[in-house]
């Protein structure tokens, strides 16, 4: 049986970090894009999602993403990623949304960012 999907939130002064937990594919976008409007209500100055939890993700969880950075963009928001695995990060690079979104090594450097 899979590993239940889940999204953990935190927050640290005017930064809102979201770690999800699981693979990141069609049947749990939904969950992952509710969990980044509900952290984007609270106008954060910075959301960072912390990818270290996910083995995996397909092109839903991308598109979930770019939804975030441009309800993030219109927010003031700066949308941060940080710790993908080698497998999510090939997937921004074939895409070639790299270059689009900030992406960090950890999650201190991402709350500086």
């Not at 699981?22 to 894009?33: A, E, K, L, T, Y």
């Not at 106008?43 to 979930?64: E, I, K």
């Not at 770019?66 to 090939?90: I, P, Q």
């Amino acid at each position: 049986m899979a590993e239940q999907f889940q999204v953990n939130t935190e927050k640290r002064q005017e930064t809102t970090i979201l770690t999800p937990h699981g693979d990141i594919d069609m049947g749990v976008s939904p969950q992952f894009r509710e969990a980044l409007r509900t952290a984007q209500e609270s106008h954060p100055r910075r959301l960072v999602v912390n990818m270290g939890g996910v083995g995996y993700m397909d092109s839903s969880g991308l598109a979930t993403l770019v939804e975030a950075m441009k309800l993030t963009r219109g927010d003031g928001t700066r949308l941060v990623l940080c710790a993908l695995s080698d497998r999510v990060k090939a997937i921004f690079e074939i895409a070639r949304l790299e270059k689009y979104f900030t992406i960090t090594g950890d999650l201190d450097a991402a709350v500086q960012a």
